[in-house]
C-alpha cells in the first residue's frame, strides 16, 4: 500500500518523466526556435537600415559634388516653380534636367533628415539621368518623381513595411515606373509606408515613423504618408501614391497637398506589391499627390499613354480628355456637411460650408445630397469585404517579426484564438466575418454602386463635394479611429475618383469649438477623434471632390475649379 500511495501520490513513474522531458523539450525548441526567428528579422531589419544609410550618403556625395562644380545654380528658384513651370523650363533648356535633379535630391535629404519619410534613394537614377535627353520628346521629361514604397522598380525591395518582404527585389519595373521613364520622368527616391499599408499612420519596424511636415507630434497620414510628408516638406514636386480607403487623400489632407485617386485600373496596378492581394470588394487605385491639380492632370495625361496600354492589356484604353479637364461649364454640385457616421471637427466643416459658398458664388448649382445606407455600406459591404478572410492573409504578413505600435490596435481582434474570433463574429457581426458566400457579397457590392449612382441621377449631379478627414491626428491615433475613414472609403467601395484640394487651416477659433465637440453620438470613438485632432492651429483643412466612375477628367476640372476659387478668395 505504501508503495502504492508512493506511485500515485509521490514519486513519478518512469513514463511521467520521459513524457515531462519530452514536453520540456519540445517547449525550449519553441523557444528557441522563436529566438531564432526574431535573431534573422532582426538582422534583415539591420540590414536594410544599412542599405538605407549607404543609399542616403552616396546621395548626399553626389550632391556635394554637383554643387561644387555647378555654383550657379538656382536651388531655391528650381524648387519654387510648379511643375509646369518647370517642365516648360526643361523643355525649352532654361533649366537642365542635372540642375533640377540635383536641386531635388538635396531637398529630399534635408526633408528626410527631420521627417524620416524616404526607404531609400534610387541611385540607378544617375543612370537615368545620363541618358534623358533621349526621351526629350515625353511630357515629363527631366522630372524627378518620388514613388511609395511598394511600387515596384527593379533590383528594389517592395515590403510594404512588413519584414516577410525584406530581401525580395523586384525583377523587373513596375508598369507605372516604366511609363514614368518613357515619359522622361526619373524615379529617383522610395517613400515610408505604414506596416502592411493597412492605416493611415505612417510608421513600420523597419524604417520608424514619418513625422508630419506641419508638425512633428501629428502623424503624415497613410499609407502613403512618405509621399504626403516629402511633398509637402517641399522635397518632391509629383509623386506617386496608392489608395484602398484614403491612402493617398488622408496624407494629400493632412500634409496640406492635392492626391488624386483615379478609378480603379484607370492606372495599371502591374507591379505594386500588397499585403492583401486578391481582394476584390474595396479596389484599389494607383494616383498622383503634388502641390496643385494641374500637376495632378499633367501626370495623368502622361501616365495615360499607348504605352501603358500596351504594357497592360487589362487596362482600358482611354487616353486623358484634355478638353474635358479645361471645360469651364457651370456645374451641379452635390454636397453634404456630415455623413451621419462621424462628425466633421469644426475646421472640416467650416472648409466645407467655405468652399460651397465660393462655388455658389461663382455661378456653380449647389444640392443637398447624401449617400444612401452609408452605414450598411461601410459595415457589410466594405470592412466585411476588406476583411472577408479574416484578416488571414494580412496576419501572414506580420509573421517573424514585430508588430508596429500603428498596426497593433487595429489587429487584436484578428489575432485572437479561432474560439474566440467565433464568439465575436456574433456579438460583432459586421466586424469580424469569415467572408461567406463572396459571389453574394460582390453582387451587393454592385448593387450599392447602382443604388448610389440612381439617387446621384436623380438629383442630375455632375460632381460631389464632401468633407475631407483631418486635420492630421497625434501620433498612434489613426488604428483607434478606423470609424472616421467613412469620408473616403466609401468612394474605394463605390470605385468613384476622388481627389482632396487644400482650402484653409485651422484657426484658434476652431479650436475653440473643439473644446465643445461632442460627436454625432458621444461614444468612447468620438472622445478619442476629439482628442486625436486637437492642437492642430495652423495645419492644413482639405475638402474632398468626387465624380462617377471614370469620369476622372471631370473629378479633376472640379478640383481644379475649387483651388482658383480658393486661391482668388485670398489674394
Known amino acids: ?46 540590414e536594410a537600415k544599412v542599405r538605407r544609410e549607404k543609399s542616403l550618403q552616396r546621395a548626399e556625395y553626389a550632391v556635394c559634388q554637383f554643387n561644387e562644380s555647378h555654383p550657379e545654380t538656382d536651388t531655391s528658384l ?25 536641386s531635388y535630391m538635396e531637398k529630399t535629404l534635408e526633408v528626410n533628415r527631420r521627417l524620416n519619410c524616404c526607404t531609400e534613394v534610387l541611385l540607378e537614377s544617375w543612370d537615368q539621368l545620363e541618358d534623358i535627353d533621349s526621351h526629350k520628346d515625353g511630357l515629363l521629361y527631366g522630372v524627378p518623381v518620388s514613388i511609395k514604397e511598394n511600387i515596384g522598380y527593379k533590383g528594389h525591395d517592395s515590403t510594404c513595411g512588413v519584414i516577410c518582404k525584406l530581401d525580395l527585389p523586384a525583377t523587373g519595373d513596375s508598369v507605372l515606373v516604366e511609363v514614368l521613364k518613357r515619359q522622361g520622368a526619373i524615379p529617383f527616391v522610395k517613400t515610408n509606408v505604414p506596416q502592411g499599408l493597412q492605416s493611415f499612420d505612417c510608421g513600420n519596424p523597419i524604417y520608424g515613423l514619418t513625422l508630419n511636415p506641419h508638425n512633428p507630434q501629428k502623424t503624415s497620414g497613410g499609407s502613403s504618408g512618405g509621399e504626403g510628408a516629402l511633398i509637402g516638406g517641399g522635397g518632391s514636386v509629383l509623386g506617386i501614391g496608392s489608395d484602398i480607403g484614403g491612402s493617398i487623400r488622408i496624407p494629400s489632407s493632412f500634409c496640406g497637398i492635392c492626391g488624386f485617386k483615379p478609378t480603379a485600373n484607370r492606372l495599371s496596378l502591374r507591379g505594386a506589391s500588397s499585403c492583401i492581394r486578391g481582394q476584390k470588394s474595396v479596389l484599389s487605385s494607383l494616383g498622383p499627390m503634388a502641390r496643385d491639380v494641374d500637376s ?29 479637364y479645361q471645360s469651364s461649364k457651370p456645374l451641379r454640385i452635390g454636397y453634404y456637411e456630415n455623413d451621419g457616421y462621424a462628425m466633421p471637427s469644426p475646421s472640416m466643416s467650416r472648409a466645407l460650408r467655405e468652399t460651397k459658398a465660393l462655388l455658389e458664388k461663382a455661378g456653380h448649382t449647389l444640392v443637398s445630397f447624401s449617400p444612401p445606407r452609408l452605414i450598411y455600406a461601410i459595415h457589410e459591404l466594405g470592412i466585411r469585404g476588406l476583411l472577408g478572410d ?90 483607434q479611429l478606423i470609424s472616421t475613414i467613412t469620408y473616403t472609403f466609401i468612394y474605394n467601395l463605390l470605385n468613384f475618383p ?52 471614370w469620369q476622372d477628367e471631370l473629378c479633376l476640372r472640379f478640383m481644379r475649379e475649387v483651388e482658383m476659387l480658393v486661391r482668388e478668395d485670398k489674394k
Open 1 to 46: 500500500m505504501d508503495n502504492y500511495k508512493q506511485l500515485v501520490f509521490g514519486a513519478k513513474p518512469k513514463w511521467t518523466v520521459i513524457l515531462s522531458a519530452t514536453a520540456c523539450g519540445a517547449s525550449a525548441l519553441v523557444l528557441l526556435l522563436k529566438w531564432f526567428g526574431h535573431q534573422q528579422s532582426w538582422k534583415k531589419i539591420q
Open 78 to 102: 528650381i524648387l519654387s516653380l510648379s511643375l509646369a513651370e518647370l517642365s516648360k523650363q526643361l523643355k525649352d533648356g532654361t533649366l537642365t534636367p542635372q540642375a533640377v535633379f540635383h
Open 296 to 324: 495632378l492632370a499633367l501626370c495623368m495625361h502622361a501616365l495615360l499613354c499607348d504605352h501603358m496600354f500596351i504594357l497592360d492589356p487589362t487596362v482600358p484604353p482611354i487616353p486623358f480628355n484634355q478638353q474635358v
Open 390 to 479: 479574416g484578416c488571414t492573409t494580412l496576419l501572414s504578413n506580420l509573421k517573424g517579426g514585430p508588430v508596429d505600435p500603428c498596426l497593433r490596435v487595429q489587429i487584436i481582434p484578428y489575432s485572437l484564438p479561432r474560439t474566440v474570433k467565433k464568439i465575436l463574429s456574433v456579438l460583432l457581426k459586421p466586424i469580424v466575418s469569415e467572408g461567406e458566400d463572396l459571389w453574394r457579397h460582390h453582387a451587393d457590392v454592385e448593387d450599392y454602386m447602382h443604388e448610389v449612382i440612381a439617387e446621384w441621377r436623380r438629383c442630375e449631379l455632375d460632381v460631389l463635394l464632401c468633407p475631407m478627414i483631418g486635420p492630421a491626428y497625434i501620433h498612434n491615433y489613426p488604428g
Open 498 to 549: 476622388a481627389g482632396v484640394v487644400p482650402v484653409s487651416t485651422v484657426t484658434a477659433e476652431d479650436e475653440e469649438e473643439l473644446r465643445h465637440y461632442k460627436g454625432n453620438y458621444g461614444d468612447v470613438w468620438d472622445k478619442l477623434y476629439k482628442k486625436a485632432v486637437t492642437g492642430g492651429e495652423g495645419l492644413p483643412v482639405a475638402v474632398q471632390c468626387v465624380a462617377l466612375p
